[in-house]
């Protein structure tokens, strides 16, 4: 056969026309192409293997194709030739083994070849497709490298959930070999009780795969060779290749974080457990002490003393309340202020002795959770404000109302305000210079906040307390 760089159609005239179409597609084609005969000698080359080898195409007509070999490989590959022409059909060469090819330089490189048998007027030839693969094969060995390199067990699986990859974590991890692993259907690595679900899995991320967590929301688990479970996070990524997609899984063995955060949880449990006795003996000390203030208020006659006993055994009261209602919530962190204030001003009112048909307390709060060192002083401030109208703002039994208020600000700092309609403060009453002693609880324990306190004194009476917003407070949605 006439070699295809000096074909033309002056040339082939009294030769096939198809012939010449054929030889003109196997120029045209983008890989290397080497047709040989029965014989072994290569008939046919096109550009690309003068590329891609090195040669001059008049070197290699005529010569055996195993001068493309390794010399390595020169002397078993004829009986490999004649058992292609002895069942020739089109395939890959080699399946599932690494192909070489050598140049005129000498230097070997990785291929591909695809067989394909030709009926000429010669016999049966076969036409070979040679592709260079080393910028793949390059490409691949990085991406090894990487994967070999990784922190975390990485194993990557073909389309059938066979193990194609693995790295030295993921032999450490599992407790396999390498080569135990390889080949393998992954579900190897998943427990028992969980295998037969883990197929749906595979095809539902191949189905829309994109990097994500595996199970997210839930608790995952892996198989080690001695059959031991142990909690893991898998990572997946899909991997483009020839072959199809692939998945890379990351996984990472969280025992010991879980453990860990076993060990944090006991501890919080624990914590719980005691900060809600510490409360309750906190709250059952403290109605020690306001049933020890109201036997002594049973043996004094003094009204002033008995007043005096009285407004203790409130602010006690109150501090008791707070605790009790955080040992009834479960959470120390926070008090909701609002209930309390619902349980507590109704209390504070009957200890005054007032009838609901002369004076009426209205409470206009919003759900707001603060601190237990924001809520303590906030309670202590209602209680005098409240005491102190319900004392003096309605004297010789005249009717009024209170109002009591707890809102945020725009910035969503707390505001807390309790109000009257009752006879006002007087004018030449100096205020900073009072000598109550509620009244200086009030300003300490505002500045012990780090508020500003407002006084209007009549039309109505009211005072308003500014908190810069406490930490930990939650304004409820």
């Known amino acids: 056969m006439s070699d295809a760089g000096s074909a033309s159609p002056e040339s082939c005239r009294g030769a096939d026309r198809?012939?010449?179409?054929?030889?003109?597609?196997?120029?045209?084609?983008?890989?290397?192409?080497v047709m040989v005969n029965a014989a072994g000698r290569i008939e046919?080359?096109?550009v690309q293997v003068e590329r891609v080898f090195g040669y001059q195409r008049a070197e290699l007509i005529g010569q055996p194709v195993e001068i493309l070999l390794p010399q390595r490989l020169r002397e078993h590959h004829p009986s490999l030739r004649q058992a292609f022409f002895a069942e020739p059909q089109s395939r890959?060469?080699?399946?599932?083994?690494?192909?070489?090819?050598?140049?005129?330089?000498?230097s070997e490189f990785p291929v591909e070849i695809g067989l394909s048998p030709i009926e000429t007027e010669e016999g049966t030839m076969v036409l070979s497709a040679i592709v260079d693969i080393s910028e793949r094969r390059r490409s691949e060995e990085r991406f090894r490298l990487v994967v070999e390199a990784a922190p975390s067990a990485m194993v990557m699986i073909n389309a059938r959930g066979e193990i194609e990859m693995v790295n030295a974590q993921a032999e450490r991890v599992f407790g396999y070999e390498r080569a135990e692993m390889l080949g393998q259907a992954v579900e190897m690595l998943v427990p028992e009780r969980l295998r037969d679900h883990h197929p749906g899995l595979r095809r539902s991320f191949a189905a829309n795969s994109l990097?994500?967590?595996?199970?997210a929301g839930r608790?995952?688990?892996?198989?080690?060779?001695?059959?031991s479970e142990f909690p893991v996070e898998i990572g997946l990524n899909p991997i483009e290749t020839e072959d199809g997609t692939k998945i890379l899984s990351a996984i990472v063995d969280i025992s010991?974080?879980?453990?860990?955060?076993?060990?944090?949880?006991?501890?919080?449990?624990?914590?719980?457990?005691?900060?809600?006795?510490?409360?309750?003996r906190v709250k059952n000390n403290l109605q020690i002490v306001h049933s020890l203030l109201d036997l002594q208020s049973s043996q004094i006659s003094d009204p002033v003393v008995l007043a005096m006993l009285r407004d203790s055994q409130n602010r006690v009261h109150s501090m008791a309340?707070?605790?009790?209602?955080?040992y009834q919530s479960q959470d120390f962190a926070r008090l909701n202020f609002g209930a309390f204030l619902d349980s507590f001003v109704p209390l504070l009112i009957s200890s005054y002795a007032i009838h609901g048909n002369k004076i009426s307390v209205q409470i206009d709060a919003h759900e707001v959770s603060l601190p237990i060192n924001s809520a303590i002083p906030c309670g202590l401030i209602v209680n005098e404000l409240v005491s102190n109208a319900l004392k003096h703002a309605f004297p010789d039994g005249r009717q009024g109302q209170i109002l009591l208020e707890l809102k945020p600000d725009e910035d969503g700092n707390l505001i807390l305000s309790?109000?009257?309609?009752?006879?006002?403060?007087?004018?030449?009453?100096?205020?900073?210079?009072?000598?109550?002693?509620?009244?200086?609880?009030?300003?300490?324990?505002?500045?012990?906040?780090?508020?500003?306190?407002?006084?209007?004194?009549?039309?109505?009476?009211?005072?308003t307390l500014h908190i810069p917003r406490p930490d930990e407070m939650r304004w409820a949605e």
């Open 321 to 326: 309340l707070i605790h009790q209602t955080l």
């Open 256 to 280: 010991d974080r879980k453990q860990k955060e076993r060990s944090i949880e006991q501890a919080l449990k624990e914590k719980d457990v005691l900060l809600g006795e510490i409360h309750h």
């Open 418 to 463: 309790v109000s009257d309609d009752g006879i006002g403060l007087p004018q030449e009453l100096d205020l900073k210079m009072a000598g109550s002693l509620g009244l200086q609880l009030v300003s300490m324990l505002g500045d012990q906040l780090r508020g500003k306190l407002d006084i209007r004194r009549r039309d109505p009476t009211r005072f």
């Open 211 to 215: 990097a994500r967590p595996m199970g």
């Open 18 to 33: 198809s012939d010449f179409h054929f030889q003109r597609v196997v120029e045209a084609a983008p890989s290397a192409m």
């Open 219 to 227: 608790d995952l688990y892996a198989r080690r060779r001695d059959g």
């Open 44 to 46: 046919l080359v096109n």
């Open 92 to 106: 890959p060469m080699g399946i599932g083994r690494d192909l070489f090819a050598r140049r005129k330089d000498g």
